[in-house]
DNA sequence: TCTGGGGTCCTAGGACCC
DNA sequence: TCTGGGGTCCTAGGACCC
């Protein structure tokens, strides 16, 4: 029995905790660089804004309906899941965090499942401020539907009960499902199929035959029968990528090889915080591909490592040498990102018979984190970065809120 | 002027093995 | 009627998720 926790307009209603005006107006939350919508609270759908919507065909809607935009505040809204998922621990035995505003809970055991659903449902909204609904039901396919109902309103659903799944299935469209897109949606429509209970009750064969396994199994999980169980310890990362749009089209060569520098740098402290290391590194670098009459290009190299590392200085001199000669003169580039592939456990590796002993690598990295640990984030790092305060291609952040939680300097209370 | 940033899993097809 | 019969590994592409 699985239950899922879920707030609502999660980021939109991480800006209203700390921004009391934001409350009852209509507010969205722009994707980095200020770019598209990427959350809305309910007054903002309902002036018709939809999801990705890109920022600049709203400003009208800003100018006439009182519509508040900000920028994306990923360090806030990640201390305030952290919040709420310090309380779901602390209430169910089992947590599975799914993603930064899911979770899924183990409901074995527990006997009134929507008093305890409610009772939950409160604490969290009361302790965090964050509004949330929980969904209940015996797979984690039919947790999720619950959970889409909840949001119309009675905030929990329980569909344990094999009349109350029936009645809410037959009018639940397929592409509201866990695991059902807009292509399989389209797909499955041409079939007829279009509910949740037309697809529970299709031949199982042609479900298999026509779309594979996984949708074989999201089938077999609206009948009732879990085939996705809880993981409550998260599976090591394959792979970690930082990528990001630049705010402007970046000519300069030295400026994108300093903004894949940055990336692959934080990719690497992403991949020692994981205590993991890479086995291969991918780079590419995208124009703007928006634009398509202006010069296109696009690097996309990988390599991969004869020895796993960890170390930001290896990965740096991988990614220079990928680089090296990539670009092509006068084309503006727009996007570039840097992966680290092949992830493991140091442990499990290979060990390299010629390479000289590499202790003390690892330990001038554990150093460097402790600094950025104590200090902030880039406050000492590697030459090949830039270090620019506002490089060329920086993201654009016009709208962005301070970050209340994460950082004592933001807190109007405490500058007096 | 203007369009995000992460991830996972599955499948098909080719190369190669005995 | 009836192609030999298994296998692994790798990659690219496509679907999905938030």
């Known amino acids: ?57 709203l400003k009208q809607l800003v100018k006439h309906q009182g519509l508040q935009m900000r920028s994306a505040n990923f360090a806030l809204y990640g201390d305030i899941s952290a919040r709420v998922v310090t309380i779901l621990r602390d209430e169910a035995p089992r947590v599975e965090v799914y993603s930064i505003d899911e979770s899924f ?80 949606g389209m797909r499955l429509a041409n079939m007829g199929i279009t509910t949740a209970a037309q697809l529970r009750d299709a031949p199982p064969d042609t479900i298999l035959r026509e779309f594979g396994v996984v949708l074989a199994r999201t089938q077999r999980e609206l009948q009732g029968h879990a085939c ?57 670098v995208h124009s703007d591909v928006f634009r398509a009459e202006l010069p296109q290009h696009h690097v996309n190299r990988s390599i991969s490592l004869p020895v796993a590392t960890a170390d930001s200085r290896a990965v740096l001199s991988i990614v220079t040498r990928l680089l090296h000669g990539a670009l092509k003169q006068g084309v503006g580039y727009k996007k570039a990102g840097v992966a680290l592939l092949d992830l493991g456990r140091p ?30 984030r880039g406050v000492a790092g590697l030459g090949a970065t830039g270090w620019k305060e506002r490089p060329e291609w920086g993201m654009r952040q016009n709208m962005l809120s301070p970050n209340y939680t994460t950082r004592s300097s933001d807190l109007p209370l405490i500058n007096c």
């Open 1 to 57: 029995m699985f239950a899922l926790v879920d707030g609502n307009n999660f980021y939109a209603s991480c800006e209203r905790i700390f921004q009391p005006r934001l409350r009852g107006v209509p507010l969205v939350v722009l994707s980095n660089n200020d770019g598209c919508a990427i959350a809305r609270t309910a007054e903002a759908k309902a002036l018709g804004i939809k999801m990705g919507q890109p920022a600049h065909e």
């Open 105 to 184: 809970l183990d409901m074995t055991g527990i006997r009134d499942r929507e008093a305890f659903a409610h009772r939950l449902r409160t604490k969290v909204h009361r302790w965090t401020g964050i509004p949330n609904c929980i969904g209940i039901g015996p797979t984690k396919t039919l947790a999720k539907a619950a959970n889409k109902a909840a949001k119309s309103g009675a905030g929990v659903v329980d569909l344990t009960e094999p009349d109350r799944r029936a009645q809410v299935l037959a009018t639940f469209p397929t592409t509201d499902l866990w695991g059902v897109g807009g292509k399989w």
């Open 228 to 284: 996705i169980e809880l993981e409550d310890v998260a599976p090591d990362k394959q792979q970690i990528m930082v990528s990001r749009s630049f705010a402007e089209r970046v000519k300069d060569h030295q400026a994108v090889a300093q903004a894949l520098a940055t990336f692959a740098v934080r990719a690497c402290e992403k991949l020692r915080k994981a205590g993991l290391v890479a086995g291969g590194v991918w780079i590419f």
């Open 347 to 376: 442990e499990k590796r290979q060990a390299d018979l010629f390479a000289s002993a590499s202790a003390a690598n690892s330990k001038l990295m554990e150093a460097l984190d402790g600094i950025n640990r104590k200090f902030g």
